[in-house]
């Protein structure tokens, strides 16, 4: 029942910046981890960034000092901003929500469908 919903990729040169949005909706309790993953041709996935609901921010190395995590609680929606971006940026990127549906209930995961993000040179 719980969607997340990508926004905001497509086609840009090296250098230039996009940003990702990712809405969650459905019935949710509260949502404790949003992040962003991406899946390059070939590759497995592999985290970008999360961030927690008090606002803490991990990156991976290879974004580091380019790309900013952000959450809009109020909205369940989180933001990634890239900047800087390099053709090896090029993938499909992946919204992730770990959050509870329910007071009593555990965390669980849930995936966005994904969005093209492609950097050419």
């Known amino acids: 029942q719980v969607q997340l919903v990508e926004s905001g990729g497509g086609l840009v040169q090296a250098g230039g910046s996009l940003r990702l949005s990712c809405a969650a909706s459905?019935?949710?309790?509260?949502?404790?981890?949003m992040g962003w993953y991406r899946q390059a041709p070939g590759n497995q996935r592999e985290l970008v960034a999360v961030?927690?609901?008090?606002?803490?921010?991990t990156y991976a190395d290879a974004v580091k000092g380019r790309f900013t995590i952000s959450r809009d609680n109020a909205k369940n929606t989180v933001y990634l901003q890239m900047n800087s971006l390099k053709p090896e940026d090029t993938a499909v990127y992946y919204c992730?929500?770990?959050?509870?549906?329910?007071?009593?209930?555990?965390?669980?995961?849930?995936w966005g469908q994904g969005t093209q993000v492609t950097v050419s040179s």
């Open positions: 961030v927690a609901s008090g606002g803490t921010t």
């Open positions: 992730n929500a770990q959050l509870r549906r329910t007071y009593s209930g555990g965390y669980s995961n849930y």
């Open positions: 459905g019935i949710i309790y509260s949502i404790i981890d």
